[in-house]
């Protein structure tokens, strides 16, 4: 299951949960990817709408990927507001190999980005502006035009 | 009667639509000029499945979500 | 420079040393790589030799390699004895753009394997037993053979 | 004359040697029989640095260091 928090992450808390619930699982590695909002177009932040029901869904089809490697992934997401400098995102992947480990972190955090239904705005003035440039279209999109 | 849900940032709040098929919810959202050009960038998922046909019937009570382009992270 | 330390890594404190660090950095990317000795042949722990002039230096190589690709790496290694299920091994890269954290963590994971100067034994039996078989020459080994 | 360090594994104490260049270290080494397996695998660094060829001059003083196979991590 993904963890969902509101407002930014406490990374050490979770990195370290993470890192101790590991130790006796005998993963020889475990590598991590964090998201940290950037000071960029003079915002004060980003924030995100989830749409849990599918996240869950697309996040479970990758566990059973990472599974028939012998690895495990978990992941943390933000839901609303964070401030420049904190963090929003957080995946890891667990395996007794380091390649499946290094291989299978760079698919997730890409196919993350391009599926996960997550939508990012802007903040600015106060204003929650939906990031649409930075945005990409889940595959499959347009049909309901396509008449 | 099935639910079209629109997701994120359309800002527009849940419909009640009259519908045997995906395509009857199709021709249905093409009438609403507001809805346009979110179509052409949408993902559609039905009952919390994401679907890449129009051919699919459809029963009382199902979901419609449309799912405009995502960034996580 | 690569922080050394005797004996197992609290993966916790450094993580979040490195982690605070770059808050303010505007980096919007960490990959972390932790390296956790498994149980397996029933080894008691590894344990390590590193040399550090050459490891240092080594480091500094891929220090610059990041720079150039507006990116910072950090490492620690452990020196001597890691039982089984502590971690001996982390580094990290921090990066404005995600995909050059990404690529660079498995390009230098890989180089360190191959080519940083530290020598790991297993410990069984109180013994410690150098882990020819798993170890890699590195490159340019063999000249003073090659009269 | 010039040292010759025996790194990680190999459990040689170091030796110093009477030598112009590389390859007369190279020669040297090649007398003692419980090296000769290690000079096979092992890559060389003349002060801390590492090198591909033989054809090196050393001075007094100058370091040699074997580094045999490794596994860090």
Redesign the interface.
């Known amino acids: 299951m993904v963890e969902l928090y509101t407002g930014d992450l406490e ?2 808390k979770i ?2 949960k993470w ?1 101790k619930w ?3 699982k ?15 177009k003079g915002i004060e932040g980003l924030s ?4 849990e ?2 996240l869950q ?1 697309w996040f479970a089809s990758w566990q059973k990927k990472a599974k028939e490697r012998g690895a495990v992934i978990k992941m943390a ?1 933000s839901i609303g507001n964070v401030a420049v ?2 963090s ?2 957080i995946a890891a992947v667990f395996s ?1 190999k ?1 390649r499946v ?2 291989e299978l ?2 698919e997730f ?1 890409e196919d ?10 802007d903040l600015k003035n106060g204003e929650r502006i ?3 440039d ?14 | 009667m099935v639910r079209v849900e629109f997701l994120g940032p359309i800002g527009k709040a849940p419909i009640e639509v009259e519908a045997k098929s995906l395509k009857d919810v199709a021709k249905e959202l093409q009438k609403d000029p507001e809805l346009k050009k979110w179509l052409e960038e949408c993902a559609v998922a039905v009952n919390d499945k994401l679907v890449n046909t129009l051919d699919i019937e459809l029963k009382s009570g199902d979901k419609i979500s449309l799912l405009p382009p995502v960034c996580g992270g």
Chains 1, 3 share one sequence.
């Open positions: 990374i050490e990195c370290g890192y590991s130790l006796d005998n993963f020889g590695a475990m590598v991590s990817f964090i998201g940290t909002v950037r000071e960029e995100f709408d989830v749409y029901p599918i869904e997401h400098h904190s929003s995102f007794p380091r480990a290094l972190i760079d955090v993350f980005k391009a599926n996960a239904p997550i939508w990012k705005y939906y990031a649409r930075r945005s990409q279209k889940i595959s499959g999109s347009g049909i309901l035009n396509s008449l």
